[in-house]
């Protein structure tokens, strides 16, 4: 119930924050609309079609896709007070990285899956969201070249598996992980963390 | 039986004027088939994937891959004659698109999923295609910037489910949607209809 | 078991040309890590995908995921010596190829698909891969303008189909079509042998 609420802020927050990106490419309201759509549900799409997990969850719930589109579209409608509530959204935006995590963890647990696999699960519902809005934008993908998304969606993954082999209440293995990831995240944000780069010149292929 | 001939013109259709677009970017001719492959069952094979729908129409009709990616060669032969056909080609895109979209919708009522769905269905399988060859080709996808590509495949598709509610002969059911997405979509090309666009210019991210 | 060998020696040597890949691409270590799985792994899943072949490989054995992901890190910190060892990576790259499509090939086969879904599967086994990574460094994908990969790919595929109707020894069955194919790869190269190309000029979308 607690995640159902967050996961519902998180795609509003994802959907939203991916409308803007659309304005940027001056797309038109259907553009708006598919990329906030690919950007909040495609991580776990991707996840679902890659572990066969079907139904897929907005073929299930298609209330989904209109909470994501309306968002999008409400934003295009206020993108100039958008430009104001810039740190909310990066706090959004973080909190729907973590949840989305959390969700896709969950539900490789269900599946008995492979701890590698649980893991990536985690990741790939919380990054690939990301990854397909940069490609249709024709961008080469952010979370590829700066950002801390993928070793924060690993950390709260990571925390979140830990926690499901103590016995705590399920409230707290569940916001814990969230909690610290979350913090962590804010934090790279502000300190401009940045993982090491592989810089590789020569024209061999 | 009708809307098989009207499949197998609109797979043809596509893979022409994919293969015009792979000759825009230089492509060899495997890519020129790859290409149109890509783009006339792409948009099936994403709304099959996404749907569960297995197996998926050329694993079953391996015979539609062969048509395509001889229209796909055809075109390569005779380009210089297809610039004289290009109202012909604007004609049998868009009768594409409407068959396209009217298959996808079918597809999802037979399986029983919920409205939102079925009108989705539609619209992936009328535009997935051309948004995979923009990715190809490594251009922002048509379908998100101009032309009302899923506006008319929304409208179709919308008809369609509309006119299943009315006691009609099949064929009206089947054509009669079919026939005022077309005009809708040939009157959006000559007159420039273009959906609005949302604009937004800000380095916030 | 020949089989299993030769495809670890694939997924490390596909893992270490993407590696350098998205070094060219300043890719964090990240990055460079998603780059060389998606390479090494992304073409069978996408065959698995479409095929409705489940689970996926990297599901049931999360360690080639481990190896394709240590791989790329012993690349990024040894590159400087990767220079000279060009040749002998065109070669493993080649023989990736080769392997891929011949493991695609025999899943088709497993499943009892008709021959013309048996050789794509082979062919988007050998070459998806390669396609993702493109994509995913913002790239025209490299096989649809130049190189003969899928030829090559094609090439191995259509042999390994004929030999399986000859009584030979399994081994033979599988090197030869390898060993061919490989050969002709390296002639390829060697000889900057290409696809003719297909240059169209004219703006009439």
């Given at each position: 119930?607690?995640l159902?609420?967050?996961?519902?802020?998180?795609i509003?927050?994802?959907?939203?924050?991916?409308?803007?990106?659309?304005?940027?490419?001056?797309?038109?309201?259907?553009?708006?609309?598919?990329?906030?759509?690919?950007?909040?549900?495609?991580?776990?799409?991707?996840?679902?079609?890659?572990?066969?997990?079907?139904?897929?969850?907005?073929?299930q719930?298609?209330?989904?896709?209109?909470?994501?589109?309306?968002?999008?579209i409400?934003?295009?409608l206020?993108?100039?007070i958008?430009r104001?509530l810039?740190?909310?959204?990066?706090l959004?935006?973080?909190?729907?990285?973590v949840?989305?995590?959390?969700?896709?963890?969950q539900?490789?647990?269900?599946?008995?899956?492979?701890?590698?696999?649980?893991?990536?699960?985690?990741?790939?519902?919380?990054c690939?969201?990301?990854?397909?809005r940069?490609?249709?934008?024709?961008d080469?993908?952010?979370?590829?070249?700066k950002?801390?998304?993928?070793?924060?969606?690993?950390?709260?993954?990571?925390?979140?598996?830990?926690?499901q082999?103590?016995?705590?209440?399920?409230?707290?293995?569940l916001?814990g992980?969230m909690?610290i990831?979350?913090?962590?995240?804010?934090l790279?944000?502000?300190?401009?963390?940045?993982?090491?780069?592989?810089?590789?010149?020569?024209?061999?292929?």
């Amino acid at each position: 119930m607690l995640l159902l609420v967050l996961y519902i802020i998180a795609i509003t927050a994802e959907a939203m924050t991916a409308a803007l990106a659309a304005g940027r490419r001056d797309m038109d309201w259907v553009g708006v609309c598919t990329i906030a759509c690919v950007t909040a549900l495609g991580g776990g799409s991707v996840r679902d079609v890659l572990l066969g997990h079907y139904p897929l969850t907005w073929v299930q719930h298609p209330e989904y896709l209109w909470i994501t589109a309306g968002a999008a579209i409400l934003t295009a409608l206020i993108a100039p007070i958008m430009r104001r509530l810039h740190s909310l959204f990066l706090l959004l935006d973080a909190m729907g990285l973590v949840v989305f995590t959390v969700i896709g963890c969950q539900i490789a647990l269900e599946m008995k899956l492979p701890i590698t696999v649980v893991l990536l699960s985690g990741m790939i519902t919380g990054c690939a969201g990301g990854v397909l809005r940069d490609i249709l934008c024709n961008d080469i993908p952010l979370l590829l070249r700066k950002e801390m998304y993928a070793s924060v969606s690993m950390l709260t993954g990571a925390l979140y598996l830990g926690a499901q082999h103590l016995d705590w209440h399920p409230y707290v293995t569940l916001l814990g992980p969230m909690i610290i990831g979350l913090s962590f995240r804010m934090l790279a944000l502000h300190r401009n963390w940045q993982m090491p780069r592989f810089v590789y010149r020569d024209e061999w292929r």
